[in-house]
């Protein structure tokens, strides 16, 4: 491949037209995106039922049906309404970017970004090691595969193969993973629920232990709300769900929406199905001891099943089963990385524009996810405090986000209660592991560098989508017999006739220009300076007999070069523009334009019109005094 060729093709999203050397946007039916989603939230399946009975013992049943109570009536009607608030995946940290703009709504996106790629990446990273941790410990693995290293970062790269190749390939494995490894967990359950119906005396004895323990049911659901912080990873598939909205099929984007929440609820009932049975099932047919540490259903209790009530054949065959999805879970979090990182760094200018690519970022988080599996030494237990911050942070965001668009109805204080509900659990996971905060402030802080960078880098770039003359100022630059289009830049403010007599009379002065000579003032009213890119609607009025045109904009020089250019497109003259030098450091400036939107206009609009039109006969002329 030439280098030409190979830039294309890692290019491709944005580079090459739909149909040219590439293929359009795949978009596929809930269920099977589902299970795409479901590669990390099901396969909690094969350690929930032991982290469970580790943190609650004989009460993991009820600390686990209080997980579902909080899944069902709490976090699922949660992002429902996030689904219908975001429906291109932008999930709640759209929601919140609207409900604080300007630049301190842009750095909370950029602070909620950070607990995101922590909770993405070290789900990728977490699964790719739990995956490789079975795989070593099996008595049958290749003695050259004998390192938990090396077998992650080979399951790192595989699952980055076949993202390069694109969503089609990893929306097809998923399904098949998924579906075999519910189908295996089925038989498992089945047969454990079996057994323990054929054994009634098993439930007298655990009922008898728990009472024994607690007196009485208050005091039982008092306990599982405060062990509900270390059960939350079974909560990990909502903010993915939302996030791989785009490639779900739909008529419309009503239809989009209703298929997400079709995909919201029904993994959260599957989910919630089986966290209650294998909760059931494990702690009333595995001995206590084998849930310790070195024990044989550590972080494997429904292995441990499978292979008890089947036999190693069978149990191998689960084993396979999930030593796959684990591998595989971190396809739910990278797609989830591929569509929520585009739709915000590079739109705001706090990325480079290849970001918009999903293959540079594939191989971006790659790279990430390879470092961190090296600082961490592919460690499952060293990474779950960071896992379990990330995933509580976003739903305890959601959480707000739609508190506060509620605030003026009947249901707010609905919301109100679960985000408590979510508050209490994050302040309480943060206490307990404070290594989840320290690591999600390392990406916080690499993305809100690597952001201001990218903005101010890119601050010279055109920035305007399209121009959009109205009909008095699509008349007023027709008007006159004056060959040149000649534009006075000048900030907004109490005009008269004679103010503006006086200005031209300087220009016709400075430059030499004669009484023919005509001139058009345009004035750009500063908006919100933290948006990147908007369209240039531009209208006109007259002060006296002057021409004045008009618009709004996030950024003056940028607007000013945007006109410019689109007067010398559309009609084949090359415009002339006056300015005044800006009196002031001119680092200062620099700094008000890249964070304020203004400065000193005149050396920002050369350069942005230089970037913009290569060839020096069509490039509009700067005039400055």
Aim: glycine share 8%; aromatic share 10%; net charge neutral.
């Amino acid at each position: 491949m030439t280098k030409s060729g190979f830039a294309d093709w890692l290019l491709a999203d944005i580079r090459l037209p739909k149909g040219i050397h590439s293929t359009p946007d795949h978009v596929h039916p809930w269920w099977s995106v589902m299970c795409l989603t479901g590669v990390d939230y099901f396969s909690t399946l094969g350690y929930q039922p032991g982290i469970a009975f580790l943190a609650a013992g004989v009460l993991s049943p009820v600390a686990t049906l209080v997980l579902v109570l909080v899944t069902l009536f709490a976090a699922l009607p949660l992002y429902m309404r996030v689904a219908g608030a975001s429906p291109n995946g932008q999930g709640s940290i759209f929601m919140l970017e609207n409900l604080f703009p300007q630049w301190g709504g842009k750095i909370f996106v950029l602070i909620l970004l950070g607990f995101a790629s922590t909770d993405f990446i070290i789900t990728m990273t977490l699964s790719a090691a739990d995956a490789a941790a079975h795989f070593v410990h099996n008595p049958f693995a290749p003695h050259w595969l004998a390192s938990q290293m090396l077998v992650t970062l080979l399951l790192l790269a595989c699952l980055s193969a076949i993202f390069l190749n694109g969503f089609k390939e990893a929306i097809g494995i998923a399904v098949v993973l998924v579906g075999a490894y519910l189908i295996l967990n089925a038989i498992v359950t089945v047969r454990a629920i079996d057994e323990v119906l054929h054994h009634p005396h098993l439930f007298i004895q655990w009922k008898t232990a728990l009472f024994t323990q607690h007196s009485n049911w208050l005091a039982m659901v008092g306990i599982s709300l405060l062990l509900f912080p270390k059960l939350a990873l079974g909560l990990s598939g909502f903010e993915t769900g939302v996030a791989v909205m785009p490639l779900i099929a739909g008529v419309d984007t009503e239809g989009r929406i209703r298929n997400t929440r079709k995909l919201l609820a029904t993994a959260a009932i599957i989910m919630s199905v089986f966290l209650i049975a294998t909760s059931m099932a494990t702690t009333l047919l595995i001995p206590s001891a084998a849930f310790a540490e070195g024990g044989e259903a550590n972080g494997r209790a429904m292995a441990y099943l499978a292979h008890q009530y089947f036999g190693n054949g069978f149990g191998s065959l689960y084993d396979v089963s999930t030593i796959l999805i684990l591998a595989f879970a971190g396809a739910s979090a990278l797609a989830g990385l591929l569509n929520l990182i585009p739709r915000y760094l590079p739109r705001l200018g706090m990325a480079p524009e290849w970001a918009q690519a999903s293959r540079p970022l594939v191989l971006v988080f790659m790279t990430v996810a390879t470092v961190v599996t090296l600082g961490f030494h592919a460690d499952v237990d060293a990474q779950g405090g960071a896992y379990a911050t990330g995933v509580l942070v976003l739903i305890t965001s959601a959480a707000c986000a739609v508190t506060i668009s509620l605030w003026k109805t009947r249901m707010w204080w609905v919301y109100l209660f679960v985000t408590l509900i979510f508050v209490y659990t994050t302040s309480l996971n943060i206490w307990e592991r404070p290594e989840g905060l320290k690591i999600s402030s390392f990406f916080i802080a690499a993305i809100i560098g690597v952001s201001l960078v990218s903005r101010a880098m890119r601050s010279t770039e055109l920035r305007v989508d399209d121009v959009l003359l109205s009909a008095a100022a699509t008349k007023m630059l027709s008007e006159g017999e004056d060959d040149v289009i000649r534009i006075i830049p000048r900030q907004p403010q109490p005009e008269t006739a004679e103010d503006l007599d006086q200005v031209v009379a300087l220009v016709r002065s400075t430059y030499g220009l004669g009484p023919e000579a005509v001139f058009h003032f345009l004035e750009v009213e500063r908006t919100d300076s933290s948006e990147f890119c908007q369209c240039l609607d531009v209208d006109a009025r007259l002060v006296g007999s002057h021409k004045v045109l008009y618009a709004r904009s996030p950024v003056i020089g940028n607007s000013i070069a945007a006109l410019l250019i689109h007067l010398e497109s559309t009609t084949g003259r090359v415009p002339h523009a006056y300015f005044k030098w800006k009196e002031g450091n001119p680092v200062i400036n620099m700094l008000r334009f890249v964070f304020l939107g203004e400065g000193d206009a005149a050396p920002i609009t050369h350069e942005v019109v230089r970037r913009a039109i290569r060839d020096v006969q069509h490039r509009p002329i700067i005039h400055v005094s």
